[in-house]
């Protein structure tokens, strides 16, 4: 073997393990917690998405940075309480956000579907108005 090569094995996980993105530990799921949407690790307590659920509608607070669930039946409002800090934060999931990215920040951004139409956009993350790319 050449010194600087390192050889590596893939590492095979069974059905229901899966690797914290966090801390990279190892995490055996009980059946129970299958379809969960969000996963706490055991051992650095790190939420995350949960990779066996398909697309799960996950809302990251803005002003506590908690990850929760979309309440069932609240799909298509456009904003929902935090049920950590009991703020009210946009609904990106609702069908009236368009997404749009900043061509300054490169930040992801949404618009309101009845903004669709105006000329120029303020970008809710950094300030600056930029030419409405969704206007026809």
Do not use: W
């Not at 903004?115 to 970008?123: D, T």
């Amino acid at each position: 073997m050449d010194k600087g090569k390192i050889s590596a094995k893939s590492l095979e996980l069974e059905d229901n393990e899966i690797v914290c993105p966090s801390c990279n530990s190892i995490l055996t799921l009980p059946e129970d917690m299958i379809n969960d949407e969000i996963i706490q690790c055991p051992e650095c307590y790190a939420d995350f998405i949960n990779p066996f659920v398909d697309n799960p509608k996950i809302l990251i607070c803005e002003y506590c940075g908690v990850a929760g669930l979309l309440p069932i039946g609240d799909e298509n409002a456009l904003t929902v309480e935090c049920g950590e800090c009991g703020q009210t934060i946009n609904n990106t999931y609702s069908d009236r956000y368009i997404p749009i990215v900043c061509p300054f920040c490169k930040i992801q951004s949404y618009v309101l579907d009845e903004h669709k139409q105006e000329r120029y956009l303020n970008c809710t993350s950094c300030g600056e108005r930029f030419k409405n790319p969704l206007r026809n």
